[in-house]
């Protein structure tokens, strides 16, 4: 039996045999695809503060700069660290917390790299955007926030509405729900203390 490769998929690969094809299903590893996102952030960001050190960046001193881009060289060690020692929850969270500041602040790594991740991983990554919409109109239909990852989730979109002059009403509805929540758990705090 010979098997030809015909194209990628999400999930696997097709494979066309004798003019039928064949779907061999293989299981993304999406601890990589969180590894390979970071890095591949902090290389942008280098990237970024090194060509435009003279222009964008010129009022930072660049001892500034340099120290930045030193973290940034460290946080690649790390990423690969974690995923080399499987603490997957630690990649997880690092992508979870990058998300939103890849969206509001650094756009253009997620249209240059689109393609990349398309072609990888199966996953539009301008699409990020949208995932986290239809999570934050999930919470506000439901009336209530759940976990701590939904409140840092709507904390920061919030913060992005009052950066943006945002609609007002919309403001004050997420503020119920966040206050709601820090009264929720500070009376689970008050009640596990007695």
């Not at 098997?3 to 045999?17: C, D, E, I, T, V």
């Not at 060690?77 to 509001?104: C, F, H, M």
């Not at 699409?127 to 919470?139: C, G, R, S, V, Y």
Request: with cysteine.
């Amino acid at each position: 039996m010979r098997y030809h490769k015909a194209s990628n998929a999400l999930f696997g690969q097709l494979y066309r045999y004798t003019g039928f094809y064949y779907l061999i299903i293989i299981k993304m590893d999406k601890n990589l695809y969180y590894k390979d996102f970071g890095i591949r952030l902090c290389n942008f960001i280098i990237k970024d503060l090194q060509t435009n050190r003279h222009t964008i960046y010129r009022c930072m001193p660049d001892e500034f700069i340099n120290e930045t881009i030193d973290d940034y060289k460290h946080c690649i060690k790390q990423y690969n660290e974690w995923y080399d020692n499987g603490k997957t929850g630690l990649l997880g969270k690092s992508y979870r917390d990058a998300v939103p500041d890849v969206i509001v602040r650094h756009p253009d790594f997620l249209i240059e790299n689109q393609q990349y991740y398309m072609d990888t991983y199966g996953i539009n990554i301008l699409d990020l955007d949208k995932k986290k919409q239809n999570k934050i109109a999930k919470i506000l239909e439901r009336g209530k926030i759940k976990t701590e990852d939904e409140f840092r989730m709507i904390y920061e979109h919030v913060d992005e509405l009052c950066q943006t002059d945002g609609n007002s009403d919309m403001i004050e509805k997420f503020n119920v729900l966040l206050r709601d929540y820090e009264e929720l758990a500070e009376a689970k705090l008050q009640k596990r203390k007695k």
